[in-house]
């Protein structure tokens, strides 16, 4: 037997089998990546294109007023964010804007998140209390909603009907990817998704 220095090294077969799937692993979660942005800078046109309307009707200087829900930014996605991209595209453009954010209890994302992301693209925003918001629909401070969605169903007239905005005609616009089978689907109603629920214990406190 040759001596151990002289022994020619062995390859690790499955080593390089292992590198490959880490190496194919990452090109695909890039790619992903790069078609998120790409479709949520698609929702902040088509977002920015209703806030420049109603933009049109406002006074010199004077700001259109949006209210949003939870945190769909940058944070949640990749680069825009969804419910935020238009928010972001028209701050760009030079829209005058103010958003209205919801604190959105029990787990603050609103006050956490939101808040932050805004702060950082300095977009003029005041934090408010959840149940603030039908106060300020009700004295027309707010010109459109905008939210984004986790899971959709086809009829969601139930939701928009017992909202304050509903009722004030103000515009409501669902910020969302294109729905796949797991998220939208014609059997689905409102009672049938469920809701990720937090255990008090890690709620966190004000």
Not at 128 to 145: E, F, S, T, W, Y
Request: glycine share 8%; with cysteine.
């Amino acid at each position: 037997m040759a001596p151990l220095e002289h022994r020619r090294p062995v390859r690790d077969e499955h080593a390089l089998d292992r590198q490959r799937m880490v190496l194919g692993f990452a090109r695909h979660r890039h790619a992903e990546a790069d078609e998120d942005v790409e479709i949520n800078r698609g929702i902040g046109r088509n977002g920015l294109a209703i806030i420049e309307k109603i933009a049109a009707t406002k006074k010199s200087g004077e700001p259109v007023n949006l209210l949003t829900h939870c945190n769909a930014g940058w944070l949640a996605t990749v680069d825009w964010g969804t419910a935020l991209a238009p928010i972001y595209q028209a701050h760009n453009a030079g829209i005058p804007i103010h958003v209205w954010v919801d604190e959105t209890r029990p787990r603050n994302q609103g006050a956490a998140l939101t808040c932050w992301e805004l702060a950082q693209h300095g977009v003029p925003h005041t934090l408010i209390a959840d149940n603030a918001a039908g106060l300020l629909l009700r004295r027309a401070q707010v010109d459109i909603v905008l939210v984004g969605a986790d899971r959709v169903v086809l009829s969601p007239t139930a939701y928009v009907a017992d909202s304050g905005a509903s009722r004030v005609t103000v515009p409501v616009v669902m910020s969302m990817t294109s729905p796949g089978p797991a998220r939208i689907g014609s059997s689905l109603s409102p009672t049938s998704i469920e809701i990720n629920r937090a255990p008090p214990a890690v709620s966190p406190t004000r």
